[in-house]
């Protein structure tokens, strides 16, 4: 009778252990394909220039890469409608960057940022910029650059850590799922195990007791 139940709880580990081999796998095969299902990103530029600035809030070329995330160059345009001027004779307008997601990477990111004024006449710019990257599926919005130009152009970089969920939500529910029933698989092997440890032991004991 002992053995018959200790080779059930055997079979039952072994069916266990199967399980979890396959979740395993499966999570092995989910982890490195996060960056071909991408989310939508954009870096949103806003710029305001002061009446006094001798440049003006547009692109010169429209689809020019004024912003790289981890080197990969980012074709800039404007926003349909947002330039903007003021009874003071300032000026603003918006500009945007659209990317996917598969751009970025779990961890660090690096977002570069290049703006000079056309001909040379950075030393006649007045202009505030003000950079942030936005995913509107996530709700997401980071600060990225916030930049004052007085007589100057600007180039920097900036780093932002983004976790699986803020570039692939989807794949990161999957797996936090798939680890759940990996962690409930486990707990359950371990039981079996420690039941089956039980019955030898037992088994031990009697086959050692006088007859």
């Known amino acids: ?3 018959s139940k200790e080779f059930a709880l055997r079979r039952s580990g072994a069916a266990v252990l199967q399980k979890l081999v396959a979740l395993v796998t499966m999570l092995a ?3 490195p394909s996060f960056a071909r299902a991408g989310t939508p990103y954009t870096v ?3 710029s305001h220039h002061d009446a006094e600035s001798c440049g003006i809030p547009e692109l010169k070329t429209e689809g020019t890469a004024i912003f790289e995330v981890n080197q990969t160059p980012l074709p800039t345009y404007r926003v349909p409608g947002a330039l903007q001027s003021y009874g003071d004779g300032s000026r603003s307008n918006t500009r945007e960057a659209e990317f996917d997601s598969v751009l970025l990477l779990m961890g660090r ?6 703006v000079h004024t056309i001909n040379g006449n950075d030393w006649c710019t007045h202009a505030h910029d003000v950079v942030h990257l936005v995913s509107e599926p996530l709700g997401l919005n980071k600060p990225l650059f916030d930049v004052r130009r007085d007589g100057a152009g600007f180039e920097g970089s900036t780093a932002v850590d983004l976790s ?3 570039i692939n939500p989807d794949l990161a529910r999957d797996i936090a799922e798939l680890e759940v029933r990996i962690a409930r ?3 359950e092997l371990l039981r ?3 039941r089956v440890a039980d ?6 004991w009697m086959s050692g007791s006088p007859g």
Do not use: D, P
């Open 1 to 3: 009778m002992r053995g």
């Open 29 to 31: 095969v989910l982890a």
């Open 44 to 46: 949103l530029w806003k």
């Open 109 to 114: 990111n690096e977002f570069y940022f290049g």
């Open 164 to 166: 699986l969920s803020e």
């Open 185 to 187: 698989l486990m707990t």
């Open 192 to 194: 079996n195990a420690a």
């Open 199 to 204: 019955l030898q032991t037992s088994r031990s």
